[in-house]
């Protein structure tokens, strides 16, 4: 979370403020954040159709340029893309050793070859989609499917979704983010959106040695306690452990860690009855939550997967938008 | 030109005794679409004696100028209520002109299966017309030049007037 990205938030707007570039959700205006979530609304019943598609992006080629491991969001980006009627390609590029800047700009460059017109980026460093963006041609849209420590902002929107879904609104709501918050790219992406789309509080819960010093700037309350944290909560959001990080000092064990931050009904009983509990996946069952908990009825965590189809659609056929239309093409759609 | 309240009853009025005049097998269920549309099926759907099964269509999805004007903003989902396979649709539009939101709309349709027949119900026919689509049941025809639009304003109560638009884009 140290490595934060130059505040370029206006290469991701038009001149007239429509969404060209889906780069992080901080500094976006909330309007626009409700404008994703409401176009995504849309997108939910298409899944439900008898044809799970729409013509939009018909003729349009989506290009998922995935520098580090994904199956989730790439696959839920690439079902996405195909409910849309784009084409889509898959490229999963290994770490390279070599200068990152030309290895990515020459990737690039191949790529635009082939008359993409979107790329859906995952990479190891924070900032590389803000790079890719700011190097595109015109016309290129470019969504950040998560860069290094620093955002996630399309896993942050469909956990917006799935909020107002069950909670109806942000106002007055409080939620707790639990877990390894250092390493997460979610986490701050959430943060960002809950503060923009209004939240009453938000709670970071996890020791000391799992969240970034500077943390509360981001306007967050901070408990190293679970019970303290979750008290009267409306909702809970686990984060995996990422346990390839277990090795250095940052934790005693796993069972520790689960044992004092894990999520069991017993730790549940502290959030507002009626609270539901979210985790972007995959989960860790018995790490940094219970079984019974992530299969019982205050889950929503498969609904998040669901909405996430519909939030990924509408992000993409906005940003596509935002390369097309003209501003000097008024509102009167024709007849 | 407007149309108060009164005058747009009687063209719904007309409209509705067209509609009830049709005796298909199965009844007809009226599809109104997002949001002129959506209002004056509701409105026919107020006069006719026996409700129809009533829907809404968005057909921002589907539309054929999405690369040169995008995505509208505030796109609803789209709501039928009933099964689409072997239906008798009435699709009810506030105003037609171009055509092509008709067959944006017919694709949509299709997509949530194969109705047994389609057929367009419309407050204003204004002409200008693109595509071979005619309206089956229409409130007033009107000849209006091309700069010129008619907008409704609703839901409760329905007015319209003619505005200028801005000169050819």
């Known amino acids: 979370m140290t490595l934060a990205p130059p505040p370029s ?3 991701q707007l038009t001149e007239d403020g429509k969404l060209r570039h889906f780069l992080s959700v901080e500094h976006l205006p909330r309007s626009l954040l409700e404008d994703i979530l409401d176009t995504a609304a849309s997108f939910v019943d298409v899944g439900g159709r008898a044809i799970k598609k729409v013509p939009l992006l018909r003729g349009k080629t989506v290009v998922n340029l995935f520098f580090e491991s994904s199956t989730r969001t790439r696959s839920t980006f690439e079902l996405a893309a195909k409910r849309l009627s784009a084409d889509v390609l898959n490229l999963d590029i290994a770490k390279s050793a070599t200068s990152k800047g030309e290895t990515l700009l020459d990737t690039l460059r191949n790529l635009e070859a082939m008359a993409a017109d ?8 924070s900032g590389a989609p ?24 399309t896993q942050a929107m469909l956990d917006m979704y799935t909020i107002r879904h069950y909670k109806g609104g942000f106002a007055g709501l409080r939620v707790a983010i639990v877990g390894d918050i250092l390493h997460s790219r979610v986490a701050r992406s959430q943060i ?15 020791p000391r040695t799992l969240l970034p010093t500077d943390v509360e700037q981001l306007g967050v309350t901070v408990f190293t306690d679970m019970a303290q944290g ?82 990924r659609m509408a992000v993409m056929s906005m940003t596509i938008s935002g390369q097309e239309s003209n501003p000097d093409h008024g509102g009167d759609h024709g007849r | 030109m407007r149309w108060n309240q009164a005058q747009i009853d009687s063209l719904l009025d007309g409209m509705a005794e067209a509609l009830a005049l049709d005796s298909g097998e199965p009844p007809p269920s009226l599809v109104g679409i997002q949001s002129g549309g959506a209002w004056v ?47 008798n649709l009435v699709l009810v539009d506030d105003v037609l002109m171009t055509g092509r939101t ?33 309206a089956d049941i229409c409130g007033e025809t009107l000849a209006l030049p091309p700069h010129q639009r008619v907008e409704l304003a609703g839901p409760a109560p329905l007015t319209a007037e003619i505005r200028d638009i801005r000169p050819e884009e």
């Not at chain 1, 979107?118 to 460093?125: E, S």
């Not at chain 2, 026996?50 to 505030?74: A, E, H, I, M, Q």
């Open chain 1, 230 to 311: 979750l008290k009267d909560v409306d909702v809970v959001i686990m984060l995996r452990l990422q346990k390839e990080r277990m090795d250095s000092a940052l934790l005693p064990s796993e069972g520790e860690f689960f044992r004092l931050y894990g999520l069991n009904n017993e730790k549940l009983r502290h959030a507002r009855p009626d609270a539901i509990v979210m985790h972007p996946g995959p989960i860790n069952r018995g790490v940094e939550i219970a079984s019974e908990v992530a299969d019982g009825p205050r889950s929503v965590i498969l609904n998040q997967v669901t909405f996430g189809i519909a939030v």
């Open chain 1, 118 to 125: 979107m790329f859906v980026v995952r990479h190891q460093d």
């Open chain 1, 9 to 11: 938030s206006r290469v």
């Open chain 2, 41 to 87: 099926a509701e409105a026919l759907n107020q006069r006719l004696p026996t409700p129809l099964p009533l829907g809404r269509l968005d057909v921002s999805f589907y539309r054929d100028d999405f690369d040169t004007r995008g995505l509208k903003r505030s796109v609803k989902p789209s709501d039928l209520p009933f099964d689409v396979d072997g239906a």
């Open chain 1, 130 to 153: 803000f790079f890719i963006a700011n190097e595109v041609t015109p016309r290129v849209a470019v969504i950040n499917a998560g860069d290094g420590r620093h955002a996630h902002p």
């Open chain 1, 192 to 206: 960002h959106a809950l503060n923009i789309l209004g939240a009453e509080e938000v709670r970071l819960i996890g």
């Open chain 2, 102 to 134: 008709i067959r944006a709309a017919m694709n949509e349709l299709f997509d949530f299966g194969r109705p047994a027949s389609i057929r367009l119900a419309v407050l204003f026919d204004i002409g200008h017309r693109q595509l071979p689509i005619r």
